[in-house]
């Protein structure tokens, strides 16, 4: 299996290169040169599978020949172990036809340790394998960093530096940051919003030099296995829900749209998904974008929502990719458009992006009233951005599909929003109930290239 740059300048590179990479060196993202197919009696006997089993069977065709059979299942048991459900993505029903996958009972309770806790399995098998050693660094809104951090903390042969905008993230997200003790963490809360973070990570990876110089790796939901990863619990879910014999619906709180780019790549392996539903807030670009007003970038404006509070939808670079028919140059004129500011989408891209997705926006006071409604409707606390999904599925629903929202946090990790909607502070799960009491550690850095590289390469390990 070899993967291809979305803007055609890089090399193409096996999984494990196109992985420890992140982003390719044109600026562009990896995306798998074909896509595997299952048939219909692949997808029927996933059926009562357990998760790790559905994960080995839908991965295995785009690793190639990278690990052995017994290698990536070790790596995706490791992945799960430290989940607090074993079902690891269960359902629970919201409505007659709707249903909520739970996909939060990871170590930093967000959708996002599904993805990370196999990424870091993968990157500590292939790196011990190789003797070598990487930095990674990732900027997030929030819950990439800390579920970057719990993955690859005490790692021997990785430094990971977090960028988070300063003030910007909840104090759970924060504090899951600044309080590991390994001496390879570092979290750096940096001046401006998370697209300033995103943009200096893009420059980091663009200045070869420095890349060079500290084998800069990225673990950003631009991360190819990091996709891989979340194509898992569409199948998972719409096995239960009776795929292959019915279609299932899938609605997908959106920010940068790598978890709804996973539902397509599962939609093109062949799962019959009907809908696929991007919910966004207010900072909804996407939503503007699919309704054909182009693509242009607005202010960010901070929700209740935090995590999906974007201008610059990374990961729809891939969906343009395939919009365009794979053409790079097409896309790469885009890119350098959007740098300007925006760009407007030909009639015919268009017609392929609404032909896979749908899109809906929920206001604020839509996403808290959610939070109430549900509460009282099914005993179910929603955190602000499944309440998004939630909100946004409602009115698709179609009585001979079933829908699933993907429930993308766990309510804990945003008490403040919870509590004005519903009056209830959901606690913690137990395991990290003295999360509050942790002394915090964190470098305050500029909004700054160099003053970025520089602190890096004097904080790194030796
Ligand atoms: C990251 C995140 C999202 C958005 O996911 P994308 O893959 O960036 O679209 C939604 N909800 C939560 C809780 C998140 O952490």
Known sequence: MQYISTRGKAPVLNFEDAMLTGLARDGGLYVPQTIPQMSAGDIAALAGQPYEEIAFRVMRPFIGGVFTDDEFRAIIERAYAGFGHAARAPLVQLAPGHFLAELFHGPTLAFKDFAMQLIGQMFQTALARRGDRVTIVGATSGDTGSAAIEAFRGLSNVDVFILYPHGRVSEVQ????????????????????????????????????FRDAVRLAGVNSINWG??????????????????????????????????????????????????????????????????????????????????????????????????????????????????????????????????????????????????????????????????????????????????????????AKFPDAVHAATAVRPPLPSRMADLYDRPERVTRVANDLGALTSLIKGQLSK
């Open 174 to 209: 924060r504090r899951q940051m600044t309080t590991p003790t390994e001496g390879n963490v570092h979290a750096l809360a940096m001046d401006g919003d998370f697209d300033d973070c995103q943009a200096r990570l893009k420059d980091m990876f663009n200045d070869f030099a």
């Open 226 to 411: 990091r996709v891989l990863a979340q194509v898992v619990y569409y199948f998972s879910s719409a096995v239960a829900l009776g795929a292959p014999h019915r279609k299932v619906s899938f609605t997908v709180p959106t920010g940068n749209f790598g978890d709804v780019f996973a539902g397509y790549i599962a939609k093109r392996m062949g799962l019959p998904i009907d809908q696929l539903v991007v919910a966004t807030n207010q900072n909804d670009i996407l939503h503007r974008c699919l309704s054909g007003q182009g693509y242009h970038k607005g202010q960010v404006v901070p929700s209740i929502s935090p995590s999906m509070d974007i201008q610059v939808s990374s990961n729809f670079e891939r969906a343009l990719f395939d919009a365009y028919d794979r053409d790079a140059g097409a896309v790469a004129q885009l890119m350098q458009e959007l740098g300007k500011g925006g760009f407007d989408i030909s009639q015919g891209a268009m017609q392929v992006l609404q032909s896979h997705y749908v899109s809906g926006r929920a206001s604020e006071a839509q996403t808290s009233a959610q939070i109430t409604q549900t509460l009282a409707a099914t005993g179910e606390l929603l955190c602000p951005h499944s309440a998004v999904g939630v909100k946004v599925a409602q009115e698709q629903l179609n009585p001979a599909v079933p829908m699933v929202t993907l429930a993308t946090a766990h309510p």
